[in-house]
Each structure stands twice: as structure tokens, then as C-alpha cells.
Nanobody
């Protein structure tokens, strides 16, 4: 599956953005999806993940209650709704896919084999 992330931009602290990840191919339903981010000078970190059927999700502690991951298996898309954004959320955000029909969701980057190109999110204070 090939991934294309979009929806990044510049927003003030407290604002919202919605990131989208469009997947090609007819096997999207066989993949768990996730979002990662990488800030300048820092390592890539896990943000959120969702199982193949949307039944299970996992979040980084610092985004719980502010970010929501979702997916639409009809339209082969995954999304990340980001509310109450903070300057520390500034990063390049990547969507990733992991071939899995398990209900278990994981956060380690090493588990994800397919990656999108990234979209910049900048939150000003």
C-alpha cells in the first residue's frame, strides 16, 4: 500500500488541524494505521494508531484527549483530528501502515513497513 499524507499547515496555539492519509490499493483493510511525528533535532515518535477495523486505538500520552485517529475503509483513508494544538506539537507528521488483521495496536515504528512522505504542522504561540 502506498500512502499520501496531507492537511498540515500553520495554526495558532489552541487551534485545530485535520490530517489525512490516502492509501492506494485494495488491501487497505488489511492494514493497521498510525501517525508518527518528527520535530527538528528529535527522533521520530509515535502519536496514534488504529486497528484494521477501527475497533482499537492507541495514543501517545501527551496527545490523549486532544487528538483522535480514525479511518474510513470504504475510501481508503486514515485521519488524525488534532485539537487544542500546542507549540510542542510542531513537527513533520507521517502516516504509516502495518499489515495486520489483529485487534492489537502497537506504537513502535519498527512494526510499520509502509510510510507516507510527511506533512508539516507548525503551531505558533
Amino acid at each position: 500500500v502506498q500512502l499520501q499524507a496531507s492537511g498540515g499547515g500553520l495554526v495558532q496555539a489552541g487551534g485545530s488541524l485535520r490530517l489525512s492519509c490516502a492509501a492506494s490499493g485494495r488491501t487497505f483493510i488489511s492494514y493497521a494505521m498510525a501517525w508518527f511525528r518528527q520535530a527538528p533535532g528529535k527522533e521520530r515518535e509515535f502519536v496514534a494508531s488504529i486497528s484494521w477495523n477501527g475497533g482499537n486505538t492507541l495514543y501517545k500520552d501527551s496527545v490523549k484527549g486532544r487528538f483522535t485517529i480514525s479511518r474510513d475503509n470504504t475510501n481508503n483513508t486514515a485521519s488524525l483530528q488534532m485539537n487544542s494544538l500546542k507549540p510542542e506539537d510542531t513537527a513533520v507528521y507521517y502516516c504509516a501502515a502495518r499489515f495486520s488483521k489483529s485487534s492489537t495496536v502497537v506504537g513502535g515504528a519498527r512494526y510499520y513497513s509502509n510510510w507516507g512522505q510527511g506533512t508539516q504542522v507548525t503551531v505558533s504561540s
